[in-house]
């Protein structure tokens, strides 16, 4: 659970629906958004007000390293699915960047930032890994081919007004 005020994140079991141990500290500034890596080893905390992705090692529940420098405000984050993919990537909606920053997880290497329209607030990635869908507020879901080099979006799909979230069915 990120704690945007508390520079914190709470971990809970599901098996016993509670708190497990101290939260995490030592995030940047502002952890509003949370993502697993497919092998479980990692989480990636998107921090709002340092611009940034801290890395946190699940088994000591420790940050480690530098944290990755993303555009301004992230607001969201989504891995690709696969566990057995050596290189995974993490998609980074910048909510007051107009853009999405594109990461090699296990590299801590930003990829590429495409441009996806003001107010980018949500992200999900297909099931089979294909793509990246992404949410900005003035109507638009941008969609990045996990495959483009240099990460672009591909097509925009006009949705409606002022939308906030997405969920891609399996």
Known sequence: ??????????????????????????????????????DGLLLLVANSQSNSVTYVNTTTRLPFGMDV???AGPQAIAITNDP???????????????????LDVNNRMVLGTPGVGIGPVSVAVMPDDSAAYVVS????????????DPPAV???????????????TP
């Open 84 to 102: 057995l993919d050596p290189f995974p990537l993490a998609y980074v909606a910048n909510g007051n960047g107009a853009s999405v920053t594109v």
């Open 137 to 148: 507020i003035t109507g638009m879901v941008s969609v990045i081919l996990t495959d483009s």
């Open 69 to 71: 420098t993303v555009g």
């Open 1 to 38: 659970v990120a704690r945007r005020t508390a520079n914190a994140v709470n971990v809970s079991s599901t098996a016993t629906n509670m708190l497990v141990g101290e939260p995490i500290t030592g995030l940047g500034f502002a952890p509003i958004a949370l993502a697993v890596s497919p």
């Open 154 to 168: 591909s097509t925009t799909i006009p949705v409606g007004v002022t939308p906030f979230g997405i969920a891609i």
